[in-house]
């Protein structure tokens, strides 16, 4: 298939996705179809300088293997990369021969070394990782392209060819696994939990919203309540905060 044919069969594929999943298996078929066989998409929405917030506020996606995933994300090994440190301090495309150029340097801490030398175990050696431009300073999205068991020359040579396209495809996914519901918490809320939460969203009070939803004071503030705890947060401007940013409030057809 001619490349721009490929290229655009994914672009509209991404566009059309109505969920997660959705545009998650058209990105992984996609990079693919380009030699990238193993991604790894992160974004967090409370970011604070160098800080990337809390992990359960993580939408963390990939088809890496589980026990690689266990060792590289749930233990925390993740902050000593040196490719998602790249990522926090940057925006745009780098090939990962810069930790070779660093290595050679002598300018990786023990701890950067001992994740290289976890991903060499698993065969991760090349690849690319792409960091994005984001609206706010709370944002932070990025993601990693391994080529498994392959060499960075034979990386950098598809990032020659299709380099564009890749990034346009992967930034294109960025902006809508953005845009929609996040994958619901372990206690995800309840319609109406969601429905207080937009009410209070749209500035009305306690006394407003059970006039609004016909209950009294004291169910507004039990299902307010209910919903902070399912969000994990002390207040509840903070869960109309949390709720907005990871797309689950103001649903369309909800």
């Not at 290289?116 to 932070?140: D, M, P």
């Not at 020659?160 to 992967?170: A, F, K, N, P």
Request: with cysteine.
């Amino acid at each position: 298939m001619p490349a721009l044919s490929r290229f655009l069969r994914h672009n509209e594929a991404l566009m059309d996705g109505t969920s997660v999943d959705e545009v998650w298996y058209t990105l992984v078929q996609s990079m693919a179809e380009y030699g990238f066989d193993r991604v790894l998409y992160g974004v967090t929405h409370s970011r604070t300088g160098t800080f990337l917030g809390q992990s359960d506020d993580f939408l963390v996606l990939s088809n890496h293997p589980s026990d690689y995933l266990d060792a590289f994300i749930r233990t925390g090994a993740y902050v000593d990369a040196p490719m998602v440190k790249w990522a926090i301090d940057n925006v745009g495309v780098a090939s990962w021969r810069h930790i070779q150029d660093r290595a050679r340097a002598g300018d990786l801490s023990e701890a950067e070394l001992r994740v290289i030398e976890l991903n060499q175990r698993h065969g991760l050696i090349a690849g690319y990782s792409i960091s994005f431009r984001n609206a706010t300073v709370r944002t932070k999205g990025a993601i990693g392209l391994c080529a498994h068991k392959c060499s960075q020359d034979h990386v950098d040579s598809i990032w020659t060819s299709y380099g564009r396209e890749i990034e346009m495809l992967c930034r294109l996914a960025h902006l809508k696994l953005t845009s929609l519901p996040s994958p619901a918490p372990s206690r995800p809320l309840t319609p109406r939990q969601r429905e207080v939460l937009e009410w209070v969203g749209v500035g009305k009070t306690t006394q407003d919203i059970a006039v609004l939803m016909g209950v009294t004071n004291a169910t507004v503030e039990k299902h307010l309540r209910l919903a902070r705890e399912a969000l994990s947060v002390e207040t509840t401007a903070q869960a109309v905060l949390k709720a907005s940013v990871h797309n689950q409030i103001f649903l369309s057809g909800s």
